[in-house]
């Protein structure tokens, strides 16, 4: 019996071992970033980053593209909107962005990538290092960013949507503490968003399927860093100047192909029918083709872009079977915004600390009011309060806010969500110059902290299905990731709203 036991230890040991061998086997097809980062020309240096002395994003393997020569093609990435550590976080407005490299705050989510798109993950899930380090939202994901005034709310995912997109693959460069610095798709030109994963969208009122297609020949000012990074290859003078006159259009040439997925087939009679709408695309815009095959759609885009010509293309695939179950409609009113603090001043004299009760960040230079950006989600259809800047004090109450309508199926379960930036930066201006405002956000004499703007704090509901969320209700911020100080023991904020049922 102890001889049978040692080999079965033995064995267990040796599967272990096996299986570690494996794993590291594996991720030795991945980027490193202690190897390959700054060969491809990251710089660890957040000063210089902010005075734009070198690159904050560089192409993943630009090492091996010469000056002269194209940077690293487009890269396509296709998985699941989704979050390992901080699964409300898996899509969100950015809360923090540096204003000297941003014409506009970001908008982020987090890819789970499909089996054949995780070599666009970097570094080591044994080591915990690039794309695998720490414990936070993109931890184990491919993370995607783009400014928020080039991307139209109507393709912002939620959490569980499939996506598939087409663009630059590139080194953070910011992010290099704690386990090297990680690979992203930033920024991109392509964007397919499937809704609730090939069954009905909430944002269908007869209960389609859908999915929403972005294009953009804008390269945001990421674009443009990448490009001069590949073109100057470290030469600080020139790639400042780079900066200054390296255009943003980028070629949008080419065809496109996505794949929306529907539900089986309701009966023999049952027939599918699929239509495309125009959600904003620019005069002149080619239209997306879809065809059925199967159970489902495939949609193709042709496109043939003019050198400078800006060109957004934002469209909408829908798709239903005849006969399919109409959708119970809901209507989220969001009624009134308290504000407990505005969140300005920092303390006096830009001390770390004073007993503030409106931020934790006490050595910003700032005044009241506070400036709010204040977003709203029901179920992926996303909104912002009033125009997007809420000028508040403490004790001030914002009323009518945001109506949103979604459909859902009788027993679908769904969240609501609130993502709250208190500006603090609007002395610096943006990527285009001091007298620029980064967008959101005002123009101000504000000046932050290094560890960003305030964040007032996230905000979240879940309900099992639409008849549980009927009536009125109150939502307080969580604690986790907030600048509100704790001695404000209900937050910083509170908002009521009412989900009532709409007939018809």
């Known amino acids: 019996m102890r001889r049978a036991a040692v080999l079965l230890a033995l064995a267990a040991l040796c599967a272990g071992l096996a299986a570690t061998l494996a794993a590291t086997a594996r991720q030795r097809t991945l980027p490193d970033p202690e190897v390959e980062a700054r060969p491809d020309g990251c710089g660890r240096d957040y000063l210089a980053q902010t005075r734009r002395d070198i690159p904050n994003w560089v192409f993943v393997g630009d090492r091996h593209a010469p000056a002269t020569g194209p940077t690293p093609p487009p890269r396509r990435l296709e998985g699941l909107v989704a979050s390992r550590y901080d699964p409300e976080l898996a899509v969100h407005p950015t ?24 070599g666009l993950l970097a570094g080591s899930a044994v080591q915990r290092t690039g794309n695998f380090a720490g414990h936070d939202s993109s931890t184990g994901r491919v993370h995607v960013e783009r400014e928020q005034p080039s991307l139209p709310s109507f393709a912002w995912p939620e959490a569980a949507d499939r996506i598939a997109m087409v663009g630059s693959w590139v080194w953070d460069c910011g992010h290099w503490t704690g386990g090297g610095e990680r690979t992203e798709i930033h920024t991109y030109r392509a964007l397919w968003v499937e809704r609730n994963r ?49 255009p943003s259009w980028q070629d949008l040439s080419g065809t496109y192909r996505f794949r929306l997925r529907v539900p089986h087939r309701l009966g023999p009679r049952s027939r599918l029918r699929v239509r495309v709408l125009d959600a904003g695309s620019s005069a002149g815009a080619p239209r997306a083709k879809a065809s059925v095959r199967g159970n489902g759609a495939d949609v193709t885009l042709t496109v043939k872009t003019k050198p400078g010509r800006r060109l957004a293309i934002a469209q909408r695939v829908l798709a239903r079977w005849s006969g399919a179950p109409t959708p119970v409609h809901l209507r989220v009113r969001f009624l009134s915004l308290l504000v407990r603090r505005g969140m300005d001043p920092g303390c006096p004299g830009g001390r770390n600390s004073c007993g503030s009760k409106q931020t934790t960040h006490g050595e910003q230079v700032s005044k009241p009011p506070g400036e709010w950006n204040v977003y709203v989600d029901a179920a992926g259809a ?15 109450v914002f009323r009518n806010g945001p109506t949103i309508d979604v459909r859902l199926a009788k027993g679908r379960s769904w969240r609501l969500f609130v993502f709250t930036r208190e500006c603090d930066f609007g002395s610096l201006g943006n990527a285009d110059g001091a007298t620029h405002a980064m967008s959101p956000c005002p123009r101000s ?18 309900f099992t299905s ?11 911020p969580v604690r986790r990731g907030s600048t509100c100080p704790a001695v404000n023991r209900l937050g910083c904020y509170e908002l009521r709203y009412r989900v009532e049922g709409v007939r018809g």
């Open 466 to 476: 639409p008849a549980a969320a009927l009536g009125v209700h109150r939502l307080r």
């Open 198 to 246: 090939g069954r009905a969208s909430p944002l269908s009122p007869t209960g389609e399927v859908e999915g929403d297609l972005f294009l953009s020949s804008d390269k945001t000012f990421a674009g443009v860093e990448a490009d001069c990074a590949h073109k100057t290859k470290g030469v600080i003078l020139a790639f400042r100047l780079c900066l200054t006159t390296e």
């Open 95 to 118: 809360p923090e962005d540096l204003p000297t490299i941003h014409r506009g705050y970001d908008f982020n989510f987090n890819v789970l990538p499909d089996t054949a798109y995780r």
């Open 382 to 396: 996303w909104k912002t309060w009033g125009s997007g800047l809420l000028r508040a004090r403490d004790g001030q």
């Open 445 to 462: 004499t504000e000046f932050g902290t290094f560890d960003g703007d305030d964040v007032p704090g996230i905000a979240v509901a879940h």
